[in-house]
């Protein structure tokens, strides 16, 4: 599960500007944020 979350969420690794995240990306991102809080 990680290894896809991570490979979801590398195209906006590092970038100055990205596009407005859709809600997938926002779940994503929300269930990156509760596993690195643990």
């Known amino acids: 599960m990680y290894d896809n ?4 969420l590398e195209s ?6 990205v596009d407005e995240f859709d809600s997938e ?3 994503y991102i929300e269930v ?3 596993m690195i809080d643990v």
């Open 12 to 17: 906006y690794k590092y970038k100055k500007q």
């Open 5 to 8: 979350l991570v490979q979801r």
């Open 25 to 27: 990306v926002k779940g």
């Open 32 to 34: 990156y944020k509760g």
